[in-house]
């Protein structure tokens, strides 16, 4: 009895794996398989395959470029989108003439064939990279420095794919990453970093001047910044002592301008010429009240008088 259960259980997987493979092949779906990798040059050519059975007459084709949202690249027949003046169809492949960096991205080819078991459906990935040259880097110089201080020189570009190394060229002459191998006539004191670009002078010396120029180079080509001069002098002590000296003779001689102004009273005699003009103003003012003193009883008894006659 248990062997004949087990017999009828291997039946019922059996009959399950059947069905479930129909199935597979009915409604479309595909093993997976492994993800293509296209790699391509800027503005040279590429070809995005499509590995499926061989194409027949009833097969139907669509091409798909995936991401945030799904556009369709090879529809009914027809490429679509700028595709359609630089690419062209063969068999269920699609060859690009000029790639350019927007077409980077993952593509999907669809292909649906009628079969014994229902419409049958294979599917392929293919990644398309695209490779960048670097554009001419932007750099940053100062045009002048003090020596003994920190001087950082920066070069930067955005475009290259893959991201691109550095290089810094010193009056034409390539600086070493490491400056200790360098000649003793140079500063062994700078720091160059040829991932992020940067090259960075410790203690910066009158050595260092110089025109200073960066390149930008990956796998696909290189471009160069115009150099531009940066010069090193060192601080003038002598200056800045005749300046200090220069600064207190100044406020020396105001400080004594202002006690010999105190001493001959000229802030006293200002302050009493204020003095006297109010006086004589308290003056004035006191002269004007006497005047009117009798003038304005005499103006009362006026219009006293007037006001009785009009009574009559």
């Known amino acids: 009895m248990a062997r004949r259960s087990r017999h009828r259980l291997l039946l019922l997987l059996l009959r399950y794996l059947v069905v479930a493979l129909g199935y597979h ?3 479309g779906f595909s093993a997976p398989k492994d993800q293509q990798v296209v790699t391509a040059v800027e503005y040279q050519e590429a070809i995005l395959a499509c590995k499926t059975p061989k194409k027949t007459v009833s097969s139907r084709l669509e091409w798909k470029k995936l991401g945030r949202s799904v556009s369709f690249v090879y529809y009914q027949q027809t490429l679509q989108g700028d595709f359609k003046n630089r690419a062209e169809m063969i068999d269920f492949n699609i060859r690009i003439k000029n790639v ?9 080819c669809e292909v649906s064939a009628p079969s014994e078991q229902g419409q049958n459906l294979e599917e392929d990935t293919v990644t ?17 420095a003090l020596s003994g201080t920190v ?4 070069c930067q570009d955005k475009e290259g794919n893959p991201a691109p190394e550095y290089t810094w060229f010193k009056d034409g002459i390539r600086l070493l990453e490491n400056p200790r191998l360098g000649s003793q006539s140079t500063n062994s004191s700078y720091t160059m970093n040829t991932k992020t670009g940067t090259l960075q002078f410790n203690t910066v010396s009158k050595l260092d001047t110089g025109e200073y120029s960066c390149e930008a180079r990956n796998s696909v080509g290189y471009r160069r910044c115009p150099g531009k001069r940066m010069q090193v002098d060192d601080l003038n ?3 800045i002592i005749a300046a200090v000296v220069v600064v207190a003779l100044v406020i020396s001689v105001c400080g004594l301008g202002v006690c010999y102004a105190q001493r001959k009273g000229y802030f006293s005699k200002e302050t009493s010429f204020q003095k006297s003009n109010s006086s004589s103003k ?14 304005i009883p005499a103006l009362w008894k006026a219009e006293a008088g007037g006001s009785r006659g009009q009574e009559f």
Request: net charge neutral.
């Open 25 to 27: 092949k009915a409604y």
């Open 282 to 295: 308290a003056t004035t003012m006191s002269e004007n009240v006497h005047w009117l003193t009798p003038v």
């Open 100 to 108: 350019t960096r927007s077409d980077a991205g993952k593509y999907r």
């Open 128 to 144: 398309l990279e695209v490779l960048v040259a670097p554009a001419v880097p932007s750099c940053e110089v100062p045009s002048s």
């Open 237 to 239: 002590i002598s200056g």
């Open 151 to 154: 001087v950082e020189l920066r």
